[in-house]
């Protein structure tokens, strides 16, 4: 069974900085591209980040999130992280993490986590 | 604003047929997909490709494309699909990116 546990929001101030972890199980991790997509409260999706599979050498970010979030994967670990930094009152929002069907970006997500939950505020 | 627009409501009574749409240019050139999300639950991926169905999805789901616009059809609509509905697709070029549709949530009566 297909499992993806986020860990790692919580509430930090403007300016701050936060890493998520999303800890997969159930398939073959390193062949498939993973991604991060949030949800502000009462907002709907919105894709942030996506890295490809196997050695997770491309990488692609939202323009809102651009040059202050980071994708990363440790396969040996079966874990995505995104690192979050100079983060905003507008990133607040429930982080998903998301599998890709291939080790490739599509847009096509076949299995989420439960999400956790990001609050920008001072 | 989004790049794929969907309408913000439908409704249909019990039993009925209905079609939740979603357009954008970049659909010409990529299947959209389309995600179920229920209150406080996480998306659940209901259509991709060419009108696929992941494992455990009824059978009164569908998908089609024609042109710029992407469709949902639920065919005998029942009550627990009773939900948010959201299409998304790829996009390629100089900055390959994914995006969202702004959601459709879907009462049934």
């Known amino acids: 069974e297909v499992q993806l546990v986020e860990s790692g929001g919580g509430l930090v101030q403007p300016g701050g900085s936060l890493r998520l972890s999303c800890a997969a199980s159930?398939?073959?991790?390193?062949?498939?591209?993973m991604s991060w997509v949030r949800q502000a409260p009462g907002k709907g999706l919105e894709w942030v980040s996506t890295i490809s599979g196997s050695s997770g050498g491309s990488t692609y970010y939202s323009d809102s999130v651009k040059g202050r979030f980071t994708i990363s994967r440790d396969n040996s670990k079966n874990t995505l992280y995104l690192q979050m930094n100079s983060l905003r009152a507008d990133d607040t929002a429930v982080y998903y993490c998301?599998?890709?069907?291939?080790?490739?970006?599509?847009?096509?997500?076949?299995?989420w986590g439960q999400g956790t939950l990001v609050t920008v505020s001072s | 604003s989004s790049e794929l627009t969907q309408d913000p409501a439908v409704s249909v009574a019990l039993g009925q047929t209905v079609r939740i749409t979603c357009q954008g240019d970049r659909l010409r050139n990529y299947y959209g997909s389309w995600y179920q999300q229920k209150p406080g639950q996480a998306p659940v991926l209901v259509i991709y490709?060419?009108?696929k169905r992941p494992s455990g999805i009824p059978d009164r789901f569908s998908g089609s494309s024609s042109g710029n616009t992407a469709s949902l059809t639920i065919t005998g609509a029942q009550a627990e699909d009773e939900a948010a509905y959201y299409c998304?697709?790829?996009?390629?070029?100089?900055?390959?990116?994914?995006?969202f549709g702004g959601g459709t949530k879907l009462t049934v009566l």
């Open positions: 490709g060419k009108n």
């Open positions: 998304n697709s790829r996009d390629s070029g100089d900055n390959p990116h994914v995006v």
């Open positions: 159930g398939f073959t991790f390193s062949s498939y591209a």
């Open positions: 998301a599998k890709g069907f291939h080790a490739v970006l599509s847009g096509s997500f076949d299995y």
